[in-house]
């Protein structure tokens, strides 16, 4: 019996030390780290970002080395990638469709470090006042008037880089109107109004003409509907639109390929803040942690979380670059001037 007792124990010693060995090994595929701080600017509200909240919060980036800085406080997309390319930041969270015209207008070199956020069913609506009529008559009522739709801009000041991908999903969703509202470069639709995320529940609840609606992603779509001022006209997360990729966290390419080892830890953390975040549970947590004003228990309950891809995939990102091609908005680009080496390719 002893010597049993004895041999259950070796093995069990010999499992754990095995166990070690192999937890050891995975921390430290990654390699030597070229720097050990990393700066990441996110724009205010934007709920991608929740798995790097989750991963300073619970510690797996300083688990993988990394000492992480958040800067949330940037009004829009554009004011945070202005602050990468200034080198204020080493990392930003943008918005796919901004990104992609940034980079092909030549403004940025950048390269996608690891995909951020797809919208979850029912997480960006087309919303509007409450009238009478139905929400297909209403939508074309709106579609009739000048600057009716409110869509979120990325802040950039000119009309070919301005919009994002919930403009895109909106026209993708308006299939027998989308014609009048292609966009054509140095003409961009009179129907479209961009304007600040953070600004759009409110000017739409203001206004008193009910031939206006707005085009709002989570979580400010759930903070406007927590009153009874406005309503939903469309849910633009079906049909070709669901699941769509919102954005991801972009570095410089320079920096991006001489810091493969830090970026490869970031990730690594960074998947687990996704784990966490994953379970709704831990992404209202976060939330009602990091979004002040925006964070009420109201909007907890009732957001509408996406999902945290874990992998970088070419076929997904596609699909907003074929979106945006269908609507006049792309230019002749390939996606992998900005895809990292590891990417998934042709089997997603």
């Known amino acids: 019996m002893l010597s049993a007792v004895l041999a259950v124990s070796a093995l069990a010693a010999s499992a754990c030390s095995s166990s070690s060995s192999s937890a050891g090994a995975k921390a430290a595929t990654h390699g030597p780290l070229e720097q050990t701080r990393l700066r990441i600017g996110i724009p205010k509200g934007e709920i991608g970002a929740l798995p790097v909240y989750a991963g300073v919060d619970k510690g797996y980036f300083k688990a993988q080395g990394i000492d992480v800085a958040v800067d949330d406080n940037y009004p829009s997309y554009q004011d945070a990638l202005k602050a990468l390319g200034d080198g204020k930041i080493d990392l930003v969270y943008d918005d796919y469709v901004h990104a992609i015209l940034a980079q092909a207008k030549g403004d940025y070199r950048l390269q996608l470090v690891a995909e951020g956020y797809s919208a979850g069913d029912g997480s960006v609506q087309v919303l509007s006042k409450p009238t009478e009529s139905s929400n297909e008559a209403q939508l074309r009522t709106v579609f009739g008037a000048q600057n009716s739709f409110l869509v979120p801009t990325a802040g950039s000041g000119d009309e070919n880089t301005a919009y994002t991908v919930p403009t895109v999903m909106l026209m993708t969703r308006l299939p027998d109107i989308a014609n009048s509202l292609k966009m054509k470069k140095g003409n961009a639709p009179a129907h479209l109004k961009p304007i600040t995320v953070g600004a759009i529940g409110e000017t739409l609840a203001a206004t008193p003409d009910p031939n206006l609606a707005a085009v709002e992603p989570e979580p400010f779509f759930s903070f ?125």
């Open 224 to 348: 406007t509907t927590s009153n009874d001022r406005v309503v939903k006209l469309m849910d633009l997360t079906r049909g070709s639109t669901k699941a769509m990729p919102m954005g991801g966290y972009f570095a410089k390419q320079d920096f991006a390929v001489t810091d493969t080892n830090l970026f490869k830890a970031f990730t690594a953390g960074l998947n687990q803040g996704k784990a966490a975040a994953g379970q709704r549970a831990g992404a209202m947590a976060e939330f009602q942690a990091h979004y002040g004003s925006l964070a009420t228990a109201t909007v907890a309950s009732s957001i509408s979380f996406g999902t945290f891809p874990t992998t970088v995939s070419v076929d997904r990102l596609n699909r907003v670059l074929t979106l945006m091609k269908s609507v006049d908005l792309a230019p002749v680009y390939n996606l992998d001037t900005m895809m990292p080496p590891d990417a998934i390719r042709g089997n997603n």
